[in-house]
């Protein structure tokens, strides 16, 4: 049976933006693999505290010095990761870039002998690869035309989760809710659009493993 990871990352729960957009791949997602159990990782409330003291001296040390508090929450959230057949992220841009409650699950999954070794050619991850989505929501423009910021979310995603061995990520996003409800009513649906494409192209069903 195949398992979907859902993060969601906003602050706002399931009234998010973000949150529903991950919610509109889930449901391709099932369509796929109506079998499937999603687990939900609901991180936007501010559950997964910053990394500890220990945590950090063992980032910066040859061994690991604890196996209780943050390094205790980073292997349960690391478990979680390799379980995941699908990761869904759901996550709105704060500042340009992710919201802090998602950096600290990354500052928890991205772990040294753990998700990456380091060596002469730098980090190289450890973990399968594997389907990763990502539903951004963001008030303004970050891509396009129209952008009127600078983008730190999207390249920094790819990088980091790039890190861990995460290399195959397919964003989608809702632009420019602050504009209101119709201007965002109307970009859902070209997102939507945007979805049903993806869902029916060959790159998907190499991703899904559909023959
Ligand atoms: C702390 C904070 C920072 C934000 N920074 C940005 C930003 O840099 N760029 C942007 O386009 N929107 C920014 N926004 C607006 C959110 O991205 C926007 O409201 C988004 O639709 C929220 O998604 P959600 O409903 O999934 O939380 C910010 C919102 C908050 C609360």
Redesign the pocket.
């Known amino acids: 049976m195949k398992t979907i990871l859902h993060v969601s990352c906003?602050?706002?729960g399931q009234a998010?933006?973000?949150?529903r957009l991950s919610q509109a791949i889930i449901g391709f997602l099932l369509q796929r693999e109506p079998g499937a159990i999603v687990v939900e990782r609901v991180i936007g409330n501010g559950t997964i505290a910053h990394v500890d003291a220990a945590y950090a001296i063992s980032q910066a040390s040859a061994a690991d010095v604890s196996r209780e508090g943050s390094m205790a929450q980073s292997e349960e959230l690391v478990r979680e990761l390799e379980a995941a057949d699908f990761v869904v992220i759901?996550t709105?841009?704060?500042?340009?870039t992710v919201p802090s409650a998602l950096k600290a699950w990354i500052d928890h999954v991205v772990r040294a002998r753990r998700t990456f070794t380091v060596g002469a050619a730098g980090k190289v991850g450890t973990l399968r690869d594997r389907p990763v989505f990502i539903a951004i929501?963001?008030?303004?423009r970050?891509s396009g035309e129209r952008a009127r910021?600078p983008d730190f979310l999207t390249p920094y995603l790819k990088a980091i989760l790039a890190t861990i061995g995460l290399h195959d990520l397919t964003f989608f996003s809702v632009q420019g809710?602050?504009a209101g409800p119709d201007a965002t009513a109307e970009t859902r649906i070209g997102t939507h659009r945007a979805l049903e494409e993806h869902f029916s192209s060959p790159r998907a069903h190499l991703q899904l493993g559909i023959g």
Request: no cysteine; proline share 10%; hydrophobic share 20%.
């Open positions: 906003s602050p706002r998010a933006e973000s949150y759901g709105p841009m704060h500042n340009l929501s963001s008030g303004g970050f910021q809710t602050g």
